[in-house]
């Protein structure tokens, strides 16, 4: 492959049919994860149901996602705006009250910890929340949307991409390795049952008396 056959793959030309189809694309998934996040948080409780833990699926789905519509995004060459100033987008919607359903959702599973830089020379160790993430995450999708449904369909391009280097790219990568790792433990390791460590403490004995009378 040459180098300006490259160079081509990587740009899209502005109000190419191409570029709007792409970036229909982009906010499609955008709309899909914000429109999952909401539905989880908005969950009502239940006696006896472990909302959090099952929801992790869904996240999991939204999330890998999400994360290819941000790989696509960073394989192009840096969208530019018309406009040498960002348009004002409006006020960022309030997610606080999301956030805090998101705590009390994944209470016992929303404090994780996560590699900050794994470049960095010793790697620094940061304690994250998912709920925290997640909202953060939302934030940066939102205010993009917000241009997109105005037609500015480059500015919200340009948004999404630099927000993906620069803060949702990583923060959804750390939040898909904290599910990843949830589910992992959900599903391999065994439900704890009062019995069965009872038979295994007496399996313990039994062989700690058969060593000893060695």
């Given amino acids: ?7 081509a793959e990587r740009t899209l030309s502005i109000g ?4 709007t189809e792409f970036a229909e694309q982009i906010a499609d998934q955008v709309q899909s994860f914000l429109i999952s996040v909401r539905d989880i948080a908005a969950q009502p409780d ?3 149901v472990d909302e959090g833990l099952a929801s992790l699926p869904y996240l ?6 999400l994360l290819l519509a941000g790989g696509r995004l960073g394989a192009f060459e840096d969208f530019v705006p018309e406009e040498r100033f960002e348009s004002d987008a409006g006020p960022d919607p309030d997610l606080d009250a999301m956030r805090d359903r998101l705590a009390v959702l994944f209470e016992g599973l929303d404090e994780y910890a996560e590699v900050f830089d794994p470049y960095a020379a010793p790697p620094e160790i940061t ?6 993430d997640l909202t953060a995450i939302a934030t940066d999708l ?3 949307l917000a241009h ?6 480059v500015e919200a391009l340009w948004w999404w991409q630099f927000s993906y280097v620069s803060t949702w790219g990583a923060a959804a990568s750390a939040v898909l390795r904290a599910i990843q790792s949830l589910i992992a433990h959900d599903r391999l390791e065994p439900a704890h049952d009062p019995e069965t ?4 403490r007496e399996l313990v004995e039994v062989a700690e008396e058969a060593v000893q009378r060695r």
């Fill in 1 to 7: 492959m040459t180098e300006s056959t490259d160079m």
């Fill in 16 to 19: 190419s049919d191409d570029l």
């Fill in 46 to 48: 239940e006696d006896g």
């Fill in 60 to 65: 999991l789905l939204e999330v890998s996602q």
């Fill in 127 to 132: 304690v994250n929340r998912l709920s925290d």
């Fill in 142 to 144: 939102v205010h993009g």
């Fill in 148 to 153: 997109y449904e105005e037609g500015r369909i």
């Fill in 197 to 200: 460590e009872a038979t295994d």
